[in-house]
């Protein structure tokens, strides 16, 4: 733990993550006792929820939105530890919100004294050994939603194991997604009669955010039209590798398709090479800057989306989607996004870690390839055969659907165990 302390003092000022996030730990227990010491109210309780990334933070934020209007007295405080969160933090609307300190027992004790919580709050995979066994010593209970742990994951392990073991079996409370995740907890060492199945709440958000979409919005109305659109979210160049001649052959025999694709990091490096061969295939192309400077709806034939925080609402576009991270490293971004919009889903064959594209394929409102041939097998299929695609599409809508409940249930745990 020192070490990590004094690579915070020392970090550099560039831009990498790992830097990032040691940086912003300077001065971070002071900002955390500062901030609490204007805003705690003890007369209130408070519930503090971790959630380490975006990902978390989107299964977080339903629950946080949920138990500000079912209870409006208690206060909330809200960690993450990476640095992409920090501006989808400050997002939740917690009264306290910042980076968690490293796991040391000064940071613990210092969190626990500023912060005074009646509940601690782990989402979906990570426990902090000894803030949790600090908590517990002072009697406040520590919870887990949305818990989530894949068959292959590390945590499994042996030594992993020997070090969470105690962290994870004085856990007063466990909501895992589904009966699978809620047997590998067990195994872990939770006790059976503190698990319950809740459900995922990312499906509540997604479908919020779905039903929210304004379709008559600027962005929505500029890149509107009736021409079958794919698509493609949170793609890598190792995705574009397959889906740009996929998408390129399936047009060839559906020629009034139409692509929309949106990097999972929209960097200038990402999107040149993108135009470049758009243009290259003889296509009209432009990036969603293009678009919204000449304020005029586009007809291009594939809009490169530049910037970030749009794709959600994009989906509401899509005759059918693409999600990316299949033939990349990273795995699978979310498939849920585009089902809740009633868009049947296609990626690439590293789907295994995601429970949410397991599903998909079950309920026959997926397809998984394997290369450029059998993408563009499915995309022709969906973007001109309106009946098949229509019923995937609607197996994929009814899937998010039955899973909606997650966040009620979450927030019903949270109530028992302040309540207890």
């Known amino acids: 733990m020192s070490v990590a302390r004094a690579a915070s003092l020392m970090a550099p000022d560039c831009d990498g993550k790992i830097w990032r996030s040691l940086r912003a730990r ?10 609490a010491a204007a805003t705690r109210d003890p ?7 971790h959630a380490p990334s975006v990902g ?36 939740v609307g917690a009264e306290l919100t910042d980076y968690l300190p490293f796991d040391g027992a000064t940071e613990a004790e210092r969190m626990l004294d500023a912060l005074r919580p009646d509940l601690l709050v782990f989402v979906k ?19 887990m939603l949305s818990a989530t742990l894949s068959a292959g994951s590390g945590r499994r392990s042996g030594l992993a194991q020997a070090l969470l073991h105690d962290a994870y079996a004085a856990l007063s409370a466990v909501g895992a997604i589904d009966a699978a995740n809620a047997d590998r907890r067990v195994a872990l060492g939770v006790r059976r009669e503190v698990v319950h199945v809740t459900g995922d709440t990312r499906f509540d958000q997604v479908w919020a955010r779905a039903q929210g979409v304004d379709r008559a919005s600027p962005l929505l109305r500029l890149l509107a039209s009736d021409r079958p659109t794919l698509v493609a979210g949170s793609t890598w160049p190792s995705d574009e590798a397959v889906l740009l001649p996929a998408w390129r052959a399936a047009r060839a025999a559906v020629p009034r398709a139409r692509l929309i694709v949106a990097p999972h990091e929209p960097t200038v490096s990402h999107v040149t090479p993108m135009l470049a061969w758009a243009r290259g295939a003889g296509l009209q192309v432009a ?5 919204e400077r000449a304020g005029v709806p586009c007809g291009a034939d594939v809009l490169v989306v530049d910037r970030v925080g749009v794709l959600g609402d994009l989906y509401a576009l899509a005759t059918a989607a693409f999600v990316g991270g299949g033939f990349h ?11 809740a919009f009633g868009a049947p889903v296609v ?10 594209a397991g599903l998909l394929l079950e309920a026959g409102g997926g397809a998984a390839v394997a290369d450029a041939g059998a993408l563009a097998a499915v995309l022709r299929t969906w973007l001109a055969d309106g009946g098949g695609r229509d019923d995937a599409g609607g197996r994929a809508r009814a899937l998010v659907q039955a899973e909606l409940g997650a966040t009620a249930r979450s927030v019903g745990l949270i109530e028992g165990l302040l309540r207890g």
């Open 26 to 35: 300077r001065g971070l227990l002071t900002r955390w006792e500062r901030a």
């Open 43 to 49: 007369s209130r309780p408070l519930v503090w929820l």
């Open 56 to 91: 978390e933070g989107l299964q977080a934020r339903p629950v946080a939105h949920a138990l500000r209007a079912a209870r409006p007295d208690v206060q909330q405080a809200y960690s993450f530890f990476s640095p992409s969160a920090e501006r989808f933090a400050a997002r």
């Open 125 to 143: 995979l990570d426990v902090w050994p000894v803030l949790v066994a600090r908590a517990v010593a002072r009697g406040v209970p520590v919870a």
């Open 287 to 291: 990036t969603l800057a293009d678009v």
């Open 329 to 339: 490293s990273a795995g699978l971004h979310s498939a849920i996004e585009p089902a």
């Open 347 to 356: 990626f690439g064959p590293g789907h295994h870690m995601s429970r949410e």
